[in-house]
């Protein structure tokens, strides 16, 4: 990819740099295994969320687009592509 790291292998080194300073800072097996449960259920947590804040910024641009695109007479020219009337924008002395 053009010396471009792909969006998840950051955050596949993270977890994996998680899990290894989990080992590193409890001996006991029964924290370890808590530690790696705990990071799992982080990554979990903040690939839900992520997910929903993307689900929810297509559903913002896709309602920009439609109305961006939609065409009110049916003229096969967009309204939003359309120029402002003189009586939409007022008076071109400022007057309403």
Do not use: C, W
Not at 29 to 44: D, N, R, Y
Not at 50 to 74: I, P, S, T
């Amino acid at each position: 990819m053009g010396g471009r790291l792909r969006p998840g292998r950051p955050r596949s080194i993270g977890f994996t740099v998680a899990l290894l300073l989990g080992q590193l800072s409890f001996a006991d097996p029964t924290e370890t295994e808590h530690v790696k449960a705990a990071v799992l259920l982080g990554s979990v947590t903040a690939a839900t969320l992520a997910a929903l804040l993307l689900r929810r910024r297509h559903g913002a641009y896709k309602r920009l687009y439609e109305a961006e695109e939609r065409d009110d007479n049916a003229d096969g020219t967009p309204t939003s592509a359309r120029p402002a009337s003189r009586a939409a924008i007022g008076d071109h002395r400022g007057r309403p």
